[in-house]
């Protein structure tokens, strides 16, 4: 006892002060920024593994995009990957980062349905499924809530049972053999609920995105709350999402 | 004239150079094989060519580091095959792949159940929801169902017990829940690049491990020769993977016994382990770090410097920590004896890595074969014998310590960047190629074949799961169905390794 005490006190605090202002070390592939140089477009295009870069004007889709940085290493004058882990949003089109553009990724507060923040700010519990992903967002889904980011002093939490949940945070490029469990959990989460898709394996399926393997017909039925793009998500990009999402807004704000 | 080739790991061989035998010959050759202690199989599988089966064993051979590889040729819609299974149970897994995939019908399998509802699964109408569990009817017994969502963020898949009071009878795993066509993909997806992030989208948990094996195969294939620079980082991203992993257990370990002090402090350990991860290449768990003839992330003086203070800091908390779980009475209580694989099992159903080596199995790639930086740092494994929870979280204490001491070492000697960058050749056409690697969970092989092209054939990866599976419902029996977390954790298998 006195053993553990001691190992308490000398372990001291953990936690990141601000999950909304903590930088992340080293070098760390956040939302990359695209210059107006002049590079071969087509080689650009070309080598990105997903299909993520398209041109006229160049842009990299974050919903596809797999984070590999191939494109950043080969063309450094044309695309450099910052450090900004803030790249969730609630519109897909929102995901799409063009050529000059340096503004950050934000919310698109008109579009969040007013009950989340009238239901969930303060306390958001949410139930997870996988389907069909490779278990990198998962592992950083858990490591939301340890005493290192500990996403919880947010009231925001992962619950063991749908039926005390708030909404579903999807990973992995949904497949086949997960569809109609999905299904089924979604189905037994209470209304107001929202979607969380956590992932480029969620948002586009990634590199899986072609697979016949895949059914993703769950998404075309309901409106998405929040995107989190990554591979796999940062637990600073979940948290800070989530947050934006539920924060308390005044209406017509 | 030998009816088996012998190959070294990470060696390319000619197709035609393997033998093609008789069915008869096959089976009777592989499964006299791993009667032996020193040999097991790596792998076994088949791909249809000239619209018949071909089919592929390799059996490792611990004491001659070399794997024996052999081969035949059957008929589609062949019925009633003799199995390798019938006379060793090492191969169960891989039949009822051979099974569902090609719908051989084998006479005397005792468990011929599907793997994982592949999509390209010879029978499409077996769905996943239909699979025929093991029942007993009894009026003294009842079923646990769980899943395939489980309680935590953790991968999908079903558990369904049969128990007699709170005591398990019997454990069947269903999987299959994130089968996602990968194998297919590494032949649809023509870019190299394109195939490594494949490499890197197995297992999550295991990037380091399955990326190493893929480029190790894709080198040899093209007859690239990796300098030291690229051995001496996969190495140490491959060391940091099973401190990172074996760490993050420790703490699910002390969560499912309620030992929140545990959880905690060997939970927080492993961040600044693969946030070192992240300063060194971008990304916590080391996706974009191993690239096929190259290197995109120098190992500078800077970061070793780092690694060296990080690791400073961490071993003494760790031990720390570690000291005080292992004298409480309420925490060893619930490890000791719980979840027991015994040697006799192991050695019978073919458990591989860290679980085999708690059974006091001698089986481990980076001594049997080593490869990289392995072949001179003379490793030897970490052995236990109680083969219960346990013996499972001392392995991974030890291999902490061990794989700390190996970093240290290698950090004594930097190779300079070989700035010098080869382009790859095409891979040999009509070709063949093995690579084994100790990931953390334990032997990793992936295996290819090319077409007169110099295009992949085929692919196939082994993920140890595939091998350990059966080691957990095996080990649950007659324990509480309250210790199967616990048990659960003890082995921390991978569901997206095993349906690929």
Known sequence: MIQNTKILIHQGKQFIPDVTKAEVPGVFRGRPVITNAAVNVQALVDLCPVDAITANPVCIDLGKCIFCGECALTHPEKIKFTKDYKMATNYREGLLVKEGDEKSILLNGDMIRAEISEYFSGSLKLRQVSAGGDNSCELELNACGNVNFDMGRFGIEFVASPRHADGIVITGPINENMAEPLQICYDAVPDPKIIILAGTDAISGGIFADSPALNRGFLEKYIIDLYVPGNPIHPLTFINGVLELIKERKQGS | ?500
């Open chain 2, 1 to 500: 004239m030998t009816n088996y080739f012998t190959i070294l790991n990470n060696q390319t061989i000619p197709i035609l150079a393997i033998p093609v035998l008789n069915y008869d010959e096959f089976l009777e050759l592989n499964t006299k094989l791993v009667q032996k202690k020193e040999f097991h199989c790596v792998n076994y599988y088949g791909f249809i060519t000239d619209s018949r089966i071909k089919l592929i064993c390799c059996i490792a051979n611990d004491k001659e580091q070399n794997v024996y590889i052999s081969s035949a040729e059957i008929e589609k819609n062949l019925r009633s095959v003799s199995s390798f299974t019938a006379r060793h149970l090492s191969f169960h897994i891989f039949e009822r792949e051979l099974h569902e995939n090609f719908e051989i019908d084998y006479r005397d399998h005792p468990w011929l159940k599907p793997v994982r509802y592949a999509f390209n699964r010879r029978i499409p109408q077996d769905k996943i929801e239909n699979y025929p569990f093991y029942q007993i009817h009894s009026e003294e017994l009842h079923e646990v169902g769980v899943g395939p969502i489980h309680a935590g963020i953790i991968e999908p898949g079903h558990f369904r017990f049969i128990c007699n009071g709170e005591q398990i009878l019997h454990l069947e795993i269903q999987l299959g829940y994130q089968h996602r066509g990968i194998e297919e993909l590494f032949l649809s997806k023509k870019k190299l690049l394109q195939r490594t992030v494949l490499a890197e989208s197995i297992a999550g948990d295991t990037v380091a491990g399955h990326t190493i094996a893929f480029v190790n195969v894709w080198e040899s294939l093209c007859g690239f020769n990796a300098a030291e620079d690229l051995l001496f980082a996969r190495t140490l991203a491959l060391e940091m993977e099973r401190i990172a992993v074996h760490t993050g257990d420790l703490s699910a370990i002390c969560t499912d016994i309620a030992y929140q002090l545990g959880s905690s402090v060997f939970g927080r350990l492993r961040t600044p382990v693969i946030n070192f991860l992240q300063e060194w290449c971008g990304n916590r768990l080391s996706k974009g770090l191993i690239r096929a003839g190259k290197n995109n992330f120098r190992f500078t003086r800077d970061l070793a410097q780092r690694l060296t203070g990080l690791l400073d800091a961490y071993e003494p908390d760790f031990m720390e920590m570690y000291n005080e779980m292992k004298t409480l009475p309420t925490v060893l209580a619930r490890l000791e004896k719980t979840g027991v694989v015994t040697h006799q099992q192991a050695e019978s159903i073919g458990v591989v890595g860290m679980a085999a080596r708690a059974s006091g199995i001698h089986r481990d790639i980076r001594s049997s074969h080593p490869w990289g930086l392995f072949t001179q740092i003379n490793h030897e494994s970490v052995i236990k014998n109680h083969g219960d929870v346990y013996s499972r979280t001392q392995i991974r204490k030890e291999e902490i310590l061990q794989s700390i001491r190996y970093i240290r070492q290698s950090l004594q000697n930097i190779h300079q960047e070989n700035k010098q960058i080869i382009e790859l050749r095409r891979p040999e056409p009509d070709s063949f190629s093995i690579s084994l690697v100790e990931g953390w969970r334990g032997e990793i092989c992936h295996c290819a074949v090319t077409d007169n092209n110099g295009e992949l054939l085929h692919y196939k990866i082994k993920d140890p799961s595939m091998h350990n599976w059966l080691a957990l419902a095996l080990s649950v029996r007659n324990n509480e169905i309250s210790d199967f977390p616990i048990c659960n954790k003890s082995f921390d298998l991978s569901y997206c390794g095993h349906d690929l």
